[in-house]
């Protein structure tokens, strides 16, 4: 957990692998082809490793273990350094977040298995909130933070929580610690589940007459948006942008020291878009599972590549099915449905809304014109 000697250091993220039981070949297949292409030393997984509401879990720990094993196996059997936080749906499997933490560890390569063997990790308030600290080619200073935050499981009545006050008092302990360990503030990334609500600050709202808009819904409901090139700088925008339904300043404190230089999430399967808000970086990786609605081959994994003399000028780029493998699955058909059912349960509301009153019109219009037709026979 160093960089090289070249002086660089290169990370995998998965997003949203939100697998099942009975896993994906294309998921193992997309994994395998990112992993190989990047040959990261350390791979990070940002929730949803597990499509926890899937009925084929059915409370069983067994069938979660099982599944983890599964998914983790390219990374284990390549003996990659990995680190892992949760998202919204993991938890739902029928084990906690601590329980499946477990299995993640007892795995070789797994950040704690390090940790005893004199890796720098400060470990926070829960599960899947942590930090590393990678050294410098010569070992003499920590040259970068990886910041991992749990941001959570859905709130009782729909919607995301923010993350907790603890989490954010922990990080400014952690970022001071790491401060005056190593002379000066060190440069982090952050990696997490849900997007921060300033996410919407790489946005620009519109109407749904412009192409390329897309509905929001919950926090900025009934709303258009699409990315504002004067923001983003490369990726798309294919879905609503979910954000906790409430601001706990998360970004606040990160722009506090300047120490945050970029914050990456999933949680929406389809957006990819990076964009830069007051200094800090907000980007997201797309899911890369394929037991789960995505953007067909598009689904990716992001591999970035930092250097030691300046960890903020990172290179990023995304490892998509479509360029790794090709423009067809294993299973087409399947994917098909998973590229265009809903996202969540508002689009599929407002989905089934436009079908019912497409449908309505289209009886209307039927029998306008089967009583046309009557009348003309008549006459």
Known sequence: MKFRGDGTFH????A???????????????????????????????????????????????RAEETIRRIMKPVTDRGIPFAVTFGNHDQECGLQNDEQMEIYRSLPGCVD?????????????KEGTFAIGVRSSDETRVAMAVYLFDSGANLPQGGCQPLPPGDLFWYKGVRDSFARENGG??????????????????????DRKTRGAVRTYRTHAGEYYIPDPARCREGKLREAVSIPD????????????GDIFAVYCGHDHKNS????????????????????YGDGVDRAAREFIFRENDPSAYETRLLSYRDLV???????????????????KEEAAEKAKRVLLLTGLACLAGRTAWRVYRKRGKS
Not at 113 to 125: D, F, P
Not at 246 to 257: A, D, G, P, T, V
Not at 273 to 292: A, K, M
Not at 327 to 337: A, L, S
């Open 11 to 14: 990370i995998l993220q998965f």
């Open 16 to 62: 949203d692998i939100q697998e099942i039981p009975n896993v994906s070949e294309d998921t193992l297949i997309l994994m395998n082809a990112a992993l190989e292409r990047a040959k990261p030393d350390l791979v990070v997984l940002t929730g949803d490793q597990l499509k926890g509401a899937s009925r084929r879990f059915s409370g069983k720990g067994d």
């Open 113 to 125: 298995w390090l940790n005893s063997r004199g890796q720098e990790i400060h470990h926070g308030t």
């Open 185 to 206: 503030p060190v440069p982090g990334i952050v990696f997490q589940h849900v997007p921060l609500p300033e996410y919407y600050r790489l946005l620009k709202k519109t």
């Open 246 to 257: 409430s601001n706990n300043r998360e970004f606040e404190c990160f722009h506090e020291q």
């Open 273 to 292: 878009f990076v964009g830069n808000w007051l200094g800090i970086d907000l980007g997201y990786t797309p899911s890369c599972g394929f037991n789960d």
């Open 326 to 344: 090709g423009e067809r699955t294993t299973k087409p058909i399947k994917d098909f449905f998973y590229r265009f059912c809903p996202a969540t």
